[in-house]
Structures are given as C-alpha cells and as structure tokens.
C-alpha cells in the first residue's frame, strides 16, 4: 500500500487529523488496532474549549455538536462549609465552552470518514514503524494473517499513550517529563438530567465533580484511592459518597439513577519531547497525558492536530518544511500550558493522602483568594478557557 501520511489509531487525534487533511486533498490511511466499536464505546471527558469547537465547525464537523452540545459561560467551584463560587469564563475573557462528549465527537469523524470513504485499516495486529528517521519511512501490521506493509512521506503517531509510535524515537533523543497523583477518579455515566452547572468541589472525603453529556445524561467523579476496586463500589455507595463532598442544597439536586458506565481512572501528568523525529510526528495522548482536572486532554488532541495538518498542507502545497520542523515546538507551547493549567486544577481540587496541615492550610488559602479576588478568577477563567491557537507570523 502507498499514502502520503500514515496516522496510527483512529482515536480523536487521528480521525480528525485524517479528516483535515482529506479536506486539503492530502491522501492518508488510518491504522488502529481495535474495532470501529471498541474506539466508539470509550467513554471520555466531554468539554470542548471555544478554540477545538472552532477546528470542528472550520473543518464541517460541528453540525450535531451546534445542535445537541450544551454551551456554558463558566464552571463553579465549591469546598467544604463554603459557600460556591462561578469562575465566570465568558465575563473575564469572552469566550465559551461546550458539554458535548468524546463518544459523540468519535462517532461524527467516523461518519464523516464514512461519507468520504475513508481508508481506515481496524484490528491492525503488531503495528511496527519502519525508517522513520529517514524520508522513505514506512509502516507494517498484520491483518487478517497477512502482513502489510504501507510506503509513505510521514507517521502521524496518533496511538495514544499506550501505543507503539512514541517508542519509535530514540531513548537518547526522547525526554520524558511525569507526575503520577496519588489517587484515581472514579466515574460513572447516568441518564438523569444534570445539575445546570459543572461543579468542582474539594472537600475532606476527596475531590467530586459533577458534569453533565446532554439535558438527560449526567456524568460523576469521585477522587477514590488508588486501590480501589470497582466491585466495592456499588451505585448506591457512589451516590452517598457523591452527595457527602456537595453542599446540602447541591446534593439535593442531583438526580440519583442506575449507572450505565463505571470506570475508575488513574491520575497522570506525561510529557514527551520532542514531539517529532524525522518522518514520524506524535499527536494527542501517544505525547502527553494530562489529568482529567479541567479536561484539556482531548483539546490538546485537537491543537496538536490543528498545528500539524497546517504544516502538513504548507508542505504539500510549498514543499516548505519550516513548519514541520518548528511542529513540535509549537505544539509543545500549548501542550505545556494546558498540562500546567491542569496539575494547578488538581493540586487545588483534591485531597492529598502525603498532604500535612501545611499542605492544607495552603490550598484552603489558595482558594480562598481565589473565591474573593476577581483577578484570580479572570487567571483561571483564561487558563481554564484554553490558549488561543498560535497563527502564522
Ligand atoms: N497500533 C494502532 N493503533 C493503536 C496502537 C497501535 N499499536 N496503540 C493504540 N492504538 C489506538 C488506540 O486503540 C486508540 O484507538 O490509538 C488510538 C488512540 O486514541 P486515544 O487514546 O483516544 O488518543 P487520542 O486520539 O490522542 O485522543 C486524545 O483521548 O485519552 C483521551 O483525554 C484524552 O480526550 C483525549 C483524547
Ligand atoms: C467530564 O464531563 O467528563 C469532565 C468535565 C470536566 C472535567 C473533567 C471531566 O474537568
């Protein structure tokens, strides 16, 4: 097989990636592991910052998210015996968000790709990477017993963090950056109707979030130990921990129901640089992770793509390498931001096992002057709104 930009996974990163570039006439072939199902099922995090709905509605793939997502001005925070407040996003720097999941933002790529006859390869076995230092790299897999091999100009490693693309760069060339938290977020997905708000609170049974997917689709977080076991949460547990960590007139409102997803996830601060070596450019989770705190993951995913099909389409259409050469460092810029906004959102959300007294009192003061100070609010408010995109100078 011949293309001229192979994308590994088919996740957020490489569909939308595959997406732009068949918009700029730029041949590709998506490679992913799993079934079509499998990447359609994953339940993720659901706020899309102003500057991702933007790459989507840019690229016609806003339709369903126009019509079905759920616009927000702004997010509460609340902590134990205080009273809630609104880091107001819209007032402070003008811009808004969208509750809209993953699963749906997955499904509409893979409709579009249906739509164009996309050439997606599922249930790839063995992905390996082939010359990637070179201009003549290429990438192999099996399938259906049979291994594959495609001829190409670049690798878009797109494979997320547990994929192969990553591992292609050199260990001397590959600096890795991490934090591991010690706890994780337990999540359930219910269909009862949200609280109108996404709420943050910190309280001293640990960190609980409430969100929402559409008008009758709630989503909850619970920060959990880090062994904890799904079989000892019960639903019933969940919503009395739940409703502990919310004031009382917040716990009143949510709506109770049986859940129809439970997963426990760890939290994780992951860097990689650089984010590109020779033919191959990494995209997405396969280069950083960030916790879900402020749920910048998949927004990182789309920036990421954003600034690497641009240089993409500049190289196709000028045969110009200046972009992709400066890719990952321009990438990088928002990466980093966005994985400092996010272990900042942690550190001030959750209860920390390690914390002392000191620990705490500091991170009751940090909120304080968050919740008193309307500079620190239009900080967050910026932080929390997302980085613009970096245009061409
Ligand atoms: N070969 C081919 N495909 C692979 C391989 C491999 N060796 N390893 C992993 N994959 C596939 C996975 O099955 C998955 O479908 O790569 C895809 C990566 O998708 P994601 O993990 O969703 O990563 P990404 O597209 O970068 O999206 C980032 O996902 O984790 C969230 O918070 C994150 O929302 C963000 C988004
Ligand atoms: C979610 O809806 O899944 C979500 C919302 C906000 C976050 C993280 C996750 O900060």
């Not at 099922?41 to 910052?49: F, K, N, T, Y």
């Not at 859940?259 to 601060?269: F, G, N, T, V, Y």
């Amino acid at each position: 097989m011949k293309t001229l930009v192979t994308i590994i996974g088919a996740g957020p990163a490489g569909m939308l990636l595959s997406e732009i570039l068949a918009r700029q006439k730029i041949d590709s072939i998506v490679v992913e592991r799993q079934s079509r199902d499998y990447v359609k099922s994953r339940i993720r995090a659901g706020v899309l910052e102003q500057t991702t709905v933007d790459v989507l509605r840019e690229n016609g793939l806003a339709d369903r998210l126009d019509s079905e997502g759920h616009v927000h001005d702004g997010m509460k925070i609340v902590w134990a015996g205080k009273e809630s407040f609104f880091i107001d996003v819209k007032k402070h720097v003008d811009k808004q968000f969208v509750a809209y999941g993953q699963t749906s933002i997955q499904e509409d790529l893979f409709a579009a790709a249906n739509r164009r006859d996309a050439r997606i390869v599922f249930n790839a076995e063995d992905v390996k990477l082939h010359d990637v230092q070179s201009k003549k790299p290429s990438v192999s897999f099996f399938s259906n017993g049979e291994r594959v091999s495609i001829e190409t100009d670049f690798i878009a490693g797109c494979d997320g963090f547990h994929g192969v693309s990553r591992q292609a760069i050199p260990h001397d060339v590959l600096k890795e950056y991490e934090k591991v938290y010690p706890f994780g977020w337990l999540g359930i997905l219910t269909e009862r109707p949200p609280l109108p708000d996404i709420v943050y609170a910190n309280h001293p049974r640990g960190f609980a979030l409430a969100s929402m997917r559409s008008p009758t689709l709630s989503r909850y977080y619970i920060q959990v130990p880090l062994d904890a076991q799904l079989v000892e949460w019960t639903d019933e547990r969940f919503w009395e921990e739940l409703r502990s960590r919310f004031p009382p007139e917040m716990a009143r409102a949510i709506v109770e129901g049986p859940s129809i997803e439970k997963s426990i996830a760890p939290l994780r601060s992951y860097v990689a640089e650089p984010m590109s070596y020779g033919s191959l450019f990494l995209a997405g989770d396969s280069a950083h992770i960030v916790p879900p705190t402020g749920a910048k993951g998949l927004n990182l995913a789309v920036s990421d793509v954003f600034y690497l099909s641009r240089a993409l389409t500049s190289f196709y259409k000028t045969g110009n390498e200046a972009l992709l050469d400066e890719y990952s460092a321009t990438a990088l810029r928002r990466v980093w931001h966005s994985v400092r906004t996010s272990w900042y959102l942690t550190n001030l959300l959750h209860r920390f096992p390690t914390a002392n007294q000191f620990d705490q009192k500091a991170q009751e003061y940090e909120l304080e002057f968050l919740r008193s100070s309307a500079s620190a609010q239009a900080a967050l408010a910026e932080q929390y709104a997302g980085l613009p995109l970096e245009e061409l100078k």
